[in-house]
């Protein structure tokens, strides 16, 4: 290859690289932010991410990066560099596109009024008082839709909501997205109606029996040890810490994960583990060659999410599982829960109820959660709907899609940290990735015929180790409907991931 394509591409690299640390080094203070930090330090807090957020801005909008993509582009020897180079290429000059579309003062404005907003939202939600949280909030759409409307033009979106999508699920539409929720919304609830009409319906009274919260952080250990997140030894590149909201964040090998532990709701902890512990499997079993580089990061939110939701549900909700782990459950909370029988905890766990919060509702019903998310977020940026009538809306919807009546704002409208942390399009990667799981899910059974047998009997690593060459190791070297097409065969497809849920709610629920 020509000296100077190669010493061009060198140095284009190594700006990438140092980004990427830049930006590891940025998300452990939003960590500390959510964990550790003093309450009296959010003012100064909001100031350090945004000072940051300036500098980032400055480093991914360096006149020398657009410099030298034109000059490897234009090189006469471009072809000759493979398929990993021109990825990262295409990866770089769109973000670069982006950011430098963006002025300083909005991406540094809403970083500080991020902050802000995240703390003002935790005190509105305490006090169930969603007019303390309503300024903030319009705040920091206003900034938000100022950036899509920019990035709208230089995405080529139809709408600015489109080019919020964009930036978790590349080249997703708001039309495609509420195409793909009508037909899996008509299958959902045709399975709640079955459900509900079932002979068998589950004891959940054991799931409300009071542990302790030391013997909760004790599960939490077991569970990340069983799925290979390694939080324990010298080596260990996980932590588990506690928050409002659990969430994952780092970057190879400090990747963190969060929980919330309830006495009264034991079950919240081991699901939430497990989901972020998906999340964390993706992020530390990307191909460590691309470290550093844009082709070594996650391919979009839908698919992170698909692997969160594959190890909290399809591997964490199947009686297979529960065979393995419930006699160490019962070990590890003494008497507490020595009488409970396999069959009726796991029709206890899986249990199909329409309920009022997103990451407590059970498989059926979790993505109709997500459509009203959606549905709100599309009218919000096509401004059918304001900021001041978000709980109204909210409340009906739920009246309409779940048959819940919303008692106050912070069960309904202000139960989610997204919209207070800005994160406006991400509400369709859940449902997205639940679709996305269903069909990997029918993939790896073609691959991995006795799975559940191997679960049983507490092995995880083949499994794990699937997922990891087919999904984890590609990182973002396939658009998202490139990569569905090249693990499962097929396009974005509903049908895979209603199939698993009426063939394992009808084992379940005799219906």
């Not at 980004?19 to 309450?39: G, V, Y």
């Not at 899996?184 to 079932?198: D, M, N, T």
């Not at 399009?425 to 269903?438: H, K, M, R, V």
């Amino acid at each position: 290859m020509n000296t100077s394509l190669t010493s061009n591409y060198k140095k284009l690299m190594e700006k990438v690289k140092n980004l990427f640390i830049f930006e590891s080094a940025s998300s452990i203070l939003h960590w500390d932010m959510e964990t550790k930090m003093p309450p009296k330090a959010i003012k100064l807090r909001s100031q350090q991410l945004a000072m940051l957020r300036r500098i980032e801005h400055k480093m991914s909008t360096d006149p020398e990066i657009g410099k030298l993509l034109d000059e490897i582009t234009r090189h006469p020897e471009y072809d000759d560099l493979d398929t990993i180079q021109k990825r990262n290429l295409y990866l770089i000059k769109k973000q670069y596109d982006e950011q430098t579309k963006l002025p300083e003062q909005l991406v540094v404005e809403t970083a500080k009024q991020q902050a802000l907003t995240i703390d003002i939202w935790k005190k509105a939600k305490a006090a169930k008082d969603y007019s303390r949280f309503k300024p903030e909030l319009e705040k920091l759409f206003n900034l938000r839709k100022k950036a899509a409307e920019i990035l709208m033009d230089v995405k080529k979106t139809k709408t600015p909501y489109d080019a919020l999508v964009d930036i978790f699920e590349p080249k997703m539409t708001a039309d495609t997205i509420s195409r793909v929720f009508t037909e899996l919304k008509e299958g959902l609830r045709s399975i709640l109606r079955k459900y509900q009409a079932a002979p068998k319906q589950p004891d959940t009274s054991i799931l409300k029996r009071r542990i302790p919260i030391d013997m909760q952080r004790k599960i939490a250990t077991s569970l990340t040890d069983f799925i290979g997140y390694d939080t324990k030894s010298k080596e260990a590149g996980g932590r588990t810490d506690e928050t409002e909201h659990p969430f994952t964040t780092g970057y190879y090998d400090d990747v963190r994960i969060t929980t919330h532990y309830y006495e009264d709701n034991f079950t919240s902890s081991i699901f939430s583990i497990l989901h972020e512990g998906g999340h964390a499997l993706y992020e530390q079993n990307l191909n460590r060659d691309w470290m550093y580089q844009a082709v070594g990061t996650a391919c979009s939110a839908g698919l992170h999410e698909s692997q969160s939701r594959y190890i909290e549900n399809i591997i964490g909700r199947s009686r297979e599982f529960w065979v393995h782990y419930l006699p160490k459950l019962k070990k590890l909370t003494g008497t507490i829960l020595s009488d409970i029988d396999l069959d009726g905890f796991v029709r206890a766990i899986n249990q199909v109820k329409p309920s009022k919060i997103r990451i407590e509702a059970d498989e059926v019903t979790y993505c109709l959660h997500i459509i009203i998310r959606f549905n709100i977020e599309r009218d919000l940026f096509a401004n059918r709907i304001s900021i001041a009538e978000l709980p109204q809306i909210w409340n009906q919807s739920y009246k309409e899609y779940l048959g819940m009546d919303i008692k106050d704002d912070s069960e309904g409208v202000m139960q989610d940290i997204h919209w207070s942390s800005g994160a406006f399009g991400y509400f369709p990667s859940y449902a997205l990735g639940n679709i996305y799981s269903g069909q990997i899910l029918a993939a790896m059974q073609r691959d991995i015929a006795n799975w559940r047998e191997q679960i049983s009997e507490g092995n995880f690593h083949n499994i794990k180790q699937w997922l990891t060459q087919n999904v984890h190791s590609h990182g973002d070297l396939y658009d998202p409907a490139h990569l569905i097409r090249k693990i499962t065969g097929e396009e974005l497809n509903v049908k895979p991931y209603l199939n698993y849920l009426i063939k394992k709610n009808s084992q379940l629920y005799g219906f």
